[in-house]
């Protein structure tokens, strides 16, 4: 059986040996899914997706505002227990040291355990101006559950990973030789709050991921970044 099998994984290594080099054929010039000019804001562009989509903006002029923003939204719907990625891959300080003084909770075990959160916090990868769309990927640290499990999704997002459009992100990462790709488990592109549809078309929010989605976004770059 053993021969048997080596000749048959000899034979499949051969053939493919034998296959011609992948052509190196310049790229089609397709025209972009999405209308964005060139001269177009892309902070407002981003906002203005976001809102039409139902997910909320925090503008932020500094850290310190954005903590503010942070304090408001966890304070004012009694929070209590949260899930969150690692501070060092969300662009804001003092987070542990805020929810510790408002009595929250942080939660880090298994999904049952998770589904018990009231907020997800995390920052985001990229943000896409033409849709309004958060990247985030996960990996040690990035717990993908803080952005699908509980009711409220906050996302903290500095204005610098702004994008024109989703080809630009990809495009972004080929140069990078897709590393954040190879790195990661998940990529996710959340825009807006979860919603579906029946087919009548419906809409219901927060079926299938968060029911509210809250960006803070920092306009100054922090001394951190």
């Not at 809102?51 to 500094?62: C, L, N, Q, T």
């Not at 075990?109 to 920052?123: H, L, R, W």
Request: glycine content about 6%; charged content about 25%.
């Amino acid at each position: 059986m053993s021969s048997a099998r080596e000749d048959i994984l000899g034979r499949l290594r051969r053939a493919l040996a034998q296959q011609p080099p992948f052509p190196n054929q310049p790229r089609a010039s397709y025209l972009p899914v999405t209308r964005l000019s060139p001269d177009e804001d892309l902070k407002a562009r981003f906002i203005a997706e976001c809102e039409r989509v139902k997910g909320i903006v925090h503008r932020a002029p500094d850290e310190a505002a954005a903590r503010d923003a942070l304090r408001d939204l966890l304070a004012g719907r009694n929070v209590r227990r949260v899930i969150l990625w690692d501070e060092a891959h969300i662009p804001l300080s003092g987070i542990a040291t805020l929810l510790q003084a408002l009595g929250i909770a942080r939660i880090q075990g298994d999904n049952a355990e998770v589904a018990t959160a009231d907020v997800g916090i995390t920052g985001a990868d990229w943000a896409i101006a033409a849709t309004g769309t958060l990247v985030l990927s996960s990996g040690p640290g990035k717990p993908r559950m803080a952005s699908l499990l509980p009711p409220m999704h906050i996302a903290v997002l500095t204005e610098d990973r702004i994008v024109p459009r989703l080809e630009d992100y990809i495009a972004a990462q080929r140069a990078r030789q897709l590393g954040a790709f190879r790195r990661s488990s998940n990529i996710t592109l959340i825009t807006g709050s979860s919603r579906t549809s029946d087919i009548e078309m419906h809409p219901v929010f927060g079926v299938h991921g968060p029911l509210a989605l809250y960006i803070i976004l920092i306009e100054n770059l922090s001394e951190r970044r």
